[in-house]
């Protein structure tokens, strides 16, 4: 097949908030530092659904979307050094070239190398390699897994180890190695012995529980207004549980506040809502209590606070696949998933064939999916 422009199945979104339709595609081979990945399993994520149902600012349609998957290399471009033909490979959203400014800086997982054709659903050379009925389809992500054969550029594939199932590893293309990484990567003396809060416990909040629990935090207070999500989290690692809804007109930073003798060592938003944001912050302690955003809030949010708090101390910060550099440390994180270091096992709710995508994005929204993986 090589060489050649295969034809297969692909969930295609065909307009902002349309449910996604299995066509047939044409997938072009891959060109020169490109890489066609035969996906065999993706993940559903929340903000696969966020740009299907037209939030996403950068959305772009007609497109296939998914980011969480894994594969088997079925042939290269010229010039692919880094991944050959057979490799078990994580297509990667957030790049790494190591040569651009931010893969340089040494402070940063951002790269600069593809983001920009990446927002505007282009391969590097401003073109794309989907096509459905005549039509050009954009990608997604760079990555667009919800296809049987995607093309990706080879800074944005890394090779892990065949022994690591990919049903399952296909999970840490985002939600579990952004959660693992905003805890792990916290700048300063860590996450270890402190106190944290975590707004949300779906796949990512219970990632960062986990990770929490992981590192050693002293105590890990879990908030979700689905009641439901208090065995889960407390499976996961969490000391507390508490439900926003039941505090009686409390607002929520004040309720944490009294509870943990002035406020938290570290928060996180794994929600996306820009109210929960502010509440995250605002339960941080005076003088050191760092709140990090990881969800990703609709078109035209903004996020605001009285500028008070953080003259006080507080620091709000965000993160992007947990700042994670995907070819450098995947492969490693893979092992500590063989190791029984990380977990993703536990993650898996639901399982779906290609033709049920559909219903994967129902099985989100009925609150008690943590994550579907999708067979392809
Ligand atoms: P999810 O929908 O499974 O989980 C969200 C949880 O938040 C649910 O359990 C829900 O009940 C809870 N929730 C909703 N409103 C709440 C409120 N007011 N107070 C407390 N809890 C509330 O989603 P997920 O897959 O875990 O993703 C979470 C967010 O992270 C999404 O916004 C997603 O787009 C984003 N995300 C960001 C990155 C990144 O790199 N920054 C990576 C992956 C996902
Ligand atoms: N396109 C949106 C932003 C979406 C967003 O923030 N995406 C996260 C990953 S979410 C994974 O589930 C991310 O990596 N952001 C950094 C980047 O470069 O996109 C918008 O608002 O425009
Ligand atoms: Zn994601
Ligand atoms: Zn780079």
């Known amino acids: 097949t090589a060489g050649k422009t295969i034809t297969c199945k692909a969930a295609v979104c065909w307009g902002a908030g349309e449910p996604l339709k299995i066509e047939e595609v044409e997938v072009a081979p891959p060109k020169a530092h490109e890489v066609r990945i035969h996906i065999l399993y993706t993940g559903i994520c929340h903000t696969d659904e966020y740009t299907r149902s037209g939030k996403d600012p950068e959305g772009i349609f007609p497109v296939i979307l998914g980011h969480e998957g894994g594969g088997i290399v079925e042939s290269v471009g010229e010039g692919v050094t880094s991944v050959a033909v057979g490799d078990h490979a994580i297509p990667l959203y957030t790049a790494e070239c190591g040569e651009c400014k931010f893969c340089k800086s040494g402070k940063t997982n951002l790269c600069g190398k593809v983001r920009a054709t990446q927002g505007r659903g282009l391969m590097p050379d401003e073109t794309v390699r989907f096509t459905c009925k005549g039509k050009p389809i954009y990608h997604f992500m760079g990555t667009s897994t919800f296809s049987q054969y995607t093309v990706v550029a080879d800074v944005s594939v ?101 509870i943990t003798d002035g406020g938290l060592d570290f928060t996180f938003d794994c929600t996306g809502n820009v109210h929960v944001m502010r509440a995250a912050l605002e339960a941080c302690h005076k003088g050191w209590g760092v709140s990090t955003i990881i969800g990703v809030a609709a078109a035209g949010q903004e996020i605001s606070t009285r500028p008070f708090q953080l003259v006080t101390g507080r620091t709000w910060r965000g993160t992007a696949f947990g700042g994670v550099k995907g070819r450098t440390e995947l492969p490693g994180l893979v092992e500590d998933y063989l190791n029984g270091k990380v977990k993703i096992d536990e993650f898996v709710t639901h399982r779906r064939a290609l033709g049920e995508l559909n219903d994967g994005f129902h099985d989100m929204h009925t609150g008690e999916c943590i994550r579907c993986v999708v067979n392809m």
Not at 175 to 182: S, V, Y
Not at 224 to 229: A, E, S, V
């Open 158 to 258: 890394v090779a892990v180890n065949p022994k690591a199932s990919l049903e399952k590893v296909c999970l840490l293309g985002c939600g579990i190695t952004t959660a693992w990484g905003a805890v792990v990567k916290q700048p300063g003396p860590g996450v270890a012995g402190c106190t944290v809060a975590v707004f949300g416990c779906g796949a990512i909040g219970l990632g960062v529980i986990n990770t929490s629990k992981l590192v050693g935090a002293s105590r890990i207070i879990a908030v979700d207004t689905n009641p439901g999500k208090e065995s889960w989290a407390k499976k996961f690692g969490a000391t507390d549980f508490v439900n926003p809804s039941n505090l009686q007109g409390e607002k929520i930073q004040d309720y944490l506040i009294k």
